[in-house]
């Protein structure tokens, strides 16, 4: 007896440093920092960094949210976005 296993392909958007530059408007430079120090989501593939947009949109909308709590505390995006990659999501 056989099972139909349906895979769902998700379909994201990769965007390059100069993509992500544009679209967040700040300079490549802070792309590459923020990327290097793991604030935003990204992956290397050899030298050149990529960009999930749907994690990016998911990275600005938690941004906004902390910047919204009044709670005094800095933000800690950047711990946030680590885990979230490392779950995979």
Known sequence: MSENVQIKSAD???????????????SEAKVYRLANERHLPAIRIGKSWRFRKDL??????????????????????????????????
């Open 56 to 89: 990016l949109d998911e990275w600005l909308s938690q941004c906004t949210e902390s910047s919204l709590k009044a709670d005094g505390e800095e933000p800690q995006v950047g711990m946030k976005l680590v885990n979230m990659a490392e779950k995979g999501g």
């Open 12 to 26: 994201f958007t990769i965007l390059t440093v100069r993509e992500v530059a544009e679209y967040l408007r700040m």
